[in-house]
């Protein structure tokens, strides 16, 4: 059995230590820009000093104090839920379809589904501002749900997609031959299976739709999402407020993590 | 019962279970984008193109583009191979912890990301902080809104995405090559070159891929951390629709950006496939 420690043993070259401490360097680069924000969110003052002077939680009184960000703040989880529902339940039958059937066209399909993640989000909302101004959907809050079902679809794809290839159709086909219709080997032998690739899935879906600027400020006509909200925070005055609204987040996804770490058994590589 | 009646009507049922995504797929991404290509070309708006290309700012935004998706292309994937290296030789527990790290900033919003870039090189932020105590400089510089601050965040924003799927490919690699390397007498450094690179090499394409189409589309980083010094093609894109409102100059740009982008991404499809046919050829000789 190959141990994983041994993978790279055999390079053993004299610059070993040097690639632990670069290594932990680029870590380092990666969380310590998010540390930043938490000083910051406890500010006593109201302009950008790091270290604060002051410390207080008057920017969190602020964030749940302040309607216009309570109703962007409901506005997002209301878009990102419809969006994470339609793309999850579509993403799963279509997931089903190309790992079932369609031997020679599955691996096509596929990429086509794929497609969303390379159009730039600037092109596909000026494209879908053009379709939705015809069909008046400009400034309602499910035509961005619907905008954002698509963005989020080949992120269900990918995860669905690899969790059902790992999983036994055998499994289901002896349920049916015990007398299951497919529905209820479906839903009883193969989704208990992969519920861990569906929460994945619908994480993933969730926070592409919460996080998504570009196509929701070319869709929303005077309201404005969360990403809508903290743009023109930050673009127009700039206070401790979006540092409380970042730390909540933050820990929101940290949060998430956990609990999708502890469904795939701590192999976090199973998320990416 | 017949084999191929059966075969046929699985067929027909993995058919409708994929036609509703096809569906959605079809009328809210493909329809818009097509209709925005034949809308460009279409009476007046033709000459826009004409516009595009003579008119020497929007060239040189395209260029400038360009350019800083290539530099953070290339800083990404200098820190990236060595730390996929380094991630894939620990233990489990390691790997998940690794894992953690690198997801936490990709799970963040891209927002909350670009806010914290802004507070890190305010003038009075940290890194002011640190170069003036350390007597590099006597006074705060301006470090944001900058092309620095915007490729320092986009590099940041995008390691992850170099990272993972050259991790995918190492961590792939039978680690019983490198001793047969070894045992035939190859040293470190033609281990790596010889063995490490060429096996890693789909994965740091994928890599490349990715980050050099996101970085091209680019629109959060350089609206908020480049101060209006740093034009792009997608601030340009929403100034003539959002500013302007000419959506028909929108649309052209739009066109013209997503051309750049699929040339980029067949090149590097096309790249890929050469360099697996070359391994085919010297492993056969």
Redesign the interface.
Known sequence: M?H???????????GKGL??V??WL??I???A??L??VP?SFSGGSY???PPDSYSVRWYQTYFGSQSWIDATLLSILVGTVATILSVV??F??A???T???RRWSGA?EK??L??M???????S??????FAKLGLVGTWYGIA??H??LC?PFV?IVLAAGLKEYDVDQETAAIGLGASRLVAIRRITIPQIRSSLLSAAFLAF?TS??E??VAM?LSSTFGTL?KR??DN??LQ?DPT??A??VL??VM??I??FVL?RMNK????R?? | MNLRLQAIKAQAGALALVSPALALLGLLFFYPIVLLFFTTLEGDNIGNYAKVVSSGTSMQVFFNTLRIAVIVTVVDLLLAYPLAVYISGLSPTGKAIAFFLVLIPLWTSQLVRTYAWMVLLGRQGPINNILVWLGVIDAPIRLANSEFAVVAGMTHIMLPYMLLPIYNSISKIDHSLFDAAKGLGAGALSTFTRVLVPLSIQGVLAGVSLVLVLSLGVFIMPALLGGGRVPVIALLIEQQAGSFLNWAMAGTLSAVLMVIVMITFLVIKFLTRMFVRGRIDVAST
């Open positions: 190959s994983p420690r041994s993978r790279l043993k055999a390079l053993k070259w004299p690639l632990g670069f290594s680029v870590f680069f990666l969380v820009p998010l930043v924000v910051i950008l000093r790091f579509l993403g039958l279509f089903l379809g190309i079932r059937g369609l399909l086509l589904a497609a969303p390379i159009v730039p989000s600037i092109v596909y000026v494209s879908m501002y053009s379709l619907l905008a079902t698509v679809l794809i926070i919460f996080d600027l570009v070319f990403p903290m743009f930050i673009r700039i979006i540092a609204v970042s987040e933050i996804i940290v998430a993590m770490l701590g192999e976090a590589s998320l990416a």
